[in-house]
């Protein structure tokens, strides 16, 4: 059974960087497309990015595209979401979702395995 684990969280100023990380343990990572969402308080989880099982293309929300990068290792069995020019509107709990197929990519339901989340707030 596959597992996934979110770390790299943490404050951040206006304007500043975090990378996050998502570590896919019990199976390899090859076997899986993933995407990143994120949920704000209040509001709905809303997609950020996603990267395909085979071939690696990514695809991305507006709200973040050439600001956000995700990226991934699959000897290393971890994906990466780059975020730059963060800004308070970024601010939210990010979890990273797994799935067996690249069919689907910013809804959800298309997810059958998540992480925890990892909180990021951008402020000044």
């Known amino acids: 059974q596959v597992q996934l684990v979110e770390s790299g969280g943490g404050l951040v100023q206006p304007g500043g960087s975090l990378r996050l990380v998502c570590t896919v343990n019990g199976r390899a990572l090859s076997n899986y497309a993933v995407g990143w969402f994120r949920q704000a308080a209040n509001k709905e989880r809303e997609f950020v990015a996603h990267i395909r099982r085979f071939g690696g293309a990514t695809s991305y929300a507006d709200s973040v595209k050439g600001r956000f990068a995700i990226s991934k290792i699959n000897t290393q069995n971890t994906v990466y979401l780059q975020m730059n020019s963060l800004r308070s509107e970024d601010t939210a709990v990010y979890y990273c979702?797994?799935?067996?197929?690249?069919?689907?990519?910013?809804?959800?339901?298309?997810?059958?395995?998540w992480g925890q989340g990892t909180q990021v707030t951008v402020a000044a």
């Open positions: 979702a797994a799935k067996s197929t690249d069919f689907g990519t910013n809804t959800p339901d298309d997810y059958n395995t």
